[in-house]
């Protein structure tokens, strides 16, 4: 059984949670493409070519523990501005989507650009506050230090970068899913995904 779910919007609305809980659901296979670019990114920042990190990225690039942090995801952002640099992430990106048994990728470009094809496809969004606030609980869980304001000047430049740029921006692909999530709860977010997976099952 191969199928689909493309799962895209800016950051911190939400997506990573919801493909996570979607992916256990269904038993589905799940690929954070963020981490692809957050580590292309840190490979950068230590020296290497963009295009040279993105076409040796290898699987143990993605298990480093550095890549969370808001400087991992501003690197991220501006390496994937670069089309070079999505060129060489592209292949790896469809076969998983293919894969046997199910896959669940979430990112900013997967329902435009990797798999037009998917069989569903959300673009989940949150206010710019509430998003600042989820990501200041998580990122004060693991012991940052950032305030709420930083994290939102921090989001919104990023957004704007990955909505701006030419490559693969930002945006919902024409029959993607709306998820607003402001209001929502965790489980009433995944419920909603479930639910629209399952009326294309
Ligand atoms: O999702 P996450 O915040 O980890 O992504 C980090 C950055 O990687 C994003 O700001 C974006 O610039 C880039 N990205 C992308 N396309 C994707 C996934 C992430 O351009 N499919």
Redesign the pocket.
């Known amino acids: 059984m191969r199928f689909t779910v493309a799962i895209?919007g800016p950051?911190?609305a939400g997506?990573?949670t919801i493909s996570r809980a979607v992916a256990a659901h269904f038993r589905f296979a799940h690929l954070?493409?963020?981490?692809?670019?957050?580590a292309v990114?840190a490979k950068v920042a230590e020296g290497a070519d963009p295009v040279a990190a993105a076409e040796g990225l290898d699987l143990s690039d993605l298990a480093r523990g550095d890549?969370?942090s808001a400087e991992?995801?501003?690197a991220?952002?501006?390496?994937?501005?670069l089309p070079e640099v999505?060129a060489a992430l592209v292949a790896f990106?469809r076969s998983f989507a293919r894969r046997e048994g199910g896959a669940v990728?979430?990112?900013?470009?997967?329902g435009t650009v990797?798999c037009p094809e998917a069989e569903v496809k959300l673009f989940v969004t949150a206010s710019d506050a509430e998003r600042a606030r989820r990501r200041w609980l998580e990122l004060a869980a693991r012991g940052g230090a950032q305030s709420e304001a930083e994290i939102l000047a921090d989001l919104r430049e990023?957004?704007r970068?990955?909505r701006e740029?030419e490559a693969?921006p930002?945006r919902p692909a024409p029959d993607a899913l709306l998820l607003d999530t402001t209001e929502l709860t965790i489980d009433a977010a995944v419920n909603k995904a479930i639910e629209a997976i399952e009326l294309r099952q």
């Open positions: 895209d950051a911190a997506k990573g954070d493409t963020g981490l692809l670019y957050r990114g890549l969370r991992a995801g501003q991220a952002s501006r390496v994937a501005a999505r990106q990728l979430d990112g900013r470009d997967i990797i990023r957004d970068r990955d740029r693969a930002l």
